[in-house]
């Protein structure tokens, strides 16, 4: 069984521009949240989506945004980039278990300069 | 239990030893904590999970401690190995949440041959 594939892994973006990037969850998974992972601020939340729908949302500007596919891939974007926007992004899928148990993917490093 | 900071805490054991590594956390209103295993590279790997009204949990060559009373969570490795060198986690999460985890900082675990 594949994995949570996500794309790019790899991106270097200047401040001003935007960014998408996609995530494919497990199959038969669907539900897929996004996390951002900086070494100043860990691993936080950005949202979450079932079902085409965004069931939650952290603490992140609006220029942070995401949708759901009815194959449940899922992208996320950020608009008008900040050098603070330099991350490891993550996608993970689960099952929707009452475990906490999510699949990661190995993350798409964004760079902005 | 928040993320914080840029200094993670770091255990170095040799191998064969037994390692515990501890988390703090401060959202009461969890339902389950678990421990994530991250790996240089890698997104984070799910090892163990614990309910909010369990105090122990045993997994293979793992254990996880609650301790509700002083918002404190463990994670014991038995017999560590270099391939248990990482970086873990804590996480707590709950209600129809899924897919919303709040992380601890990590922990830098180094085991030595």
């Known amino acids: 069984k594949a994995g949570v594939t996500q794309t790019p892994r790899y991106l270097i973006k200047t401040r001003g521009q935007q960014v998408t990037l996609s995530c494919s969850p497990i199959?038969?998974?669907?539900?897929v949240s996004w996390y951002q992972q900086t070494p100043g601020q860990g691993l936080q939340f950005l949202f979450e989506?079932?079902?085409?729908?965004?069931?939650n949302k952290g603490n992140f500007p609006g220029r942070f945004s995401g949708r759901q596919f009815s194959n449940s891939r899922s992208e996320m974007n950020v608009s008008t980039l900040e050098l603070g926007d330099s991350a490891l992004y993550l996608c993970?899928?689960?099952?929707?278990?009452?475990?906490?148990?999510?699949?990661f993917g190995e993350g798409s490093r964004l760079t902005v300069l | 239990g928040e993320s914080v900071g840029l200094h993670l805490p770091t255990l170095s054991v040799q191998e064969g030893d037994n390692s515990i590594i501890n988390c703090a956390y401060s959202?009461?209103?969890?339902?389950?904590f678990i421990w994530y295993k991250q790996e240089s590279g890698k997104g984070p790997q799910f090892i163990i999970d614990i309910r909010s009204n369990m105090d122990k949990r045993q997994g293979q060559r793992v254990t996880v401690l609650l301790n509700k009373t002083v918002k404190h969570l463990s994670l014991q490795i038995a017999a560590t190995q270099p391939g248990d060198s990482a970086v873990y986690f804590c996480?707590?999460?709950?209600?129809?949440?899924?897919?919303?985890?709040?992380f601890g900082q990590g922990t830098i675990l180094t085991v030595h041959p």
């Open positions: 199959s038969g998974h669907r539900s």
């Open positions: 989506y079932f079902s085409e729908t965004q069931r």
């Open positions: 996480a707590g999460g709950g209600g129809t949440s899924y897919g919303k985890l709040t």
């Open positions: 959202n009461s209103a969890s339902d389950y």
């Open positions: 993970a899928s689960s099952q929707l278990t009452n475990t906490g148990e999510l699949f």
